[in-house]
């Protein structure tokens, strides 16, 4: 099987709706000379579901960091608070 080769949108769109039309990802791949792994990365990837997940993946991360970034800012400032608050004179 050639694993090297880069395949055009189109090629990989016809391939999948052959896959899909016969119901055999196996013939496909053999005819096609693609490995049946590549032929389900195409699937996977083309899955509206997977492509939000990802996107859903980086918003998480995101969002861990910023969550991170604001917890240090929070506890610096919680730390200088009592700093400040001790050297001003209780009343």
């Not at 090629?11 to 119901?23: P, T």
């Not at 590549?38 to 990837?45: L, P, V, Y």
């Not at 492509?51 to 991170?68: D, I, M, P, S, Y």
């Amino acid at each position: 099987m050639n694993k090297s080769r880069k395949y055009t949108r189109e090629e990989k769109e016809q391939i999948m709706e052959e896959a899909k039309a016969s119901g055999n990802i196996l013939k496909v791949s053999k005819k096609n000379n693609i490995p049946v792994s590549t032929i389900h990365t195409w699937f996977r990837r083309d899955n509206p579901k997977v492509k939000l997940a990802k996107q859903e993946e980086k918003q998480l991360k995101l969002l861990k960091k910023q969550n991170n970034e604001l917890n240090l800012k929070n506890k610096i400032l919680k730390e200088l608070l009592k700093k400040t608050y001790l050297i001003w004179p209780e009343n």
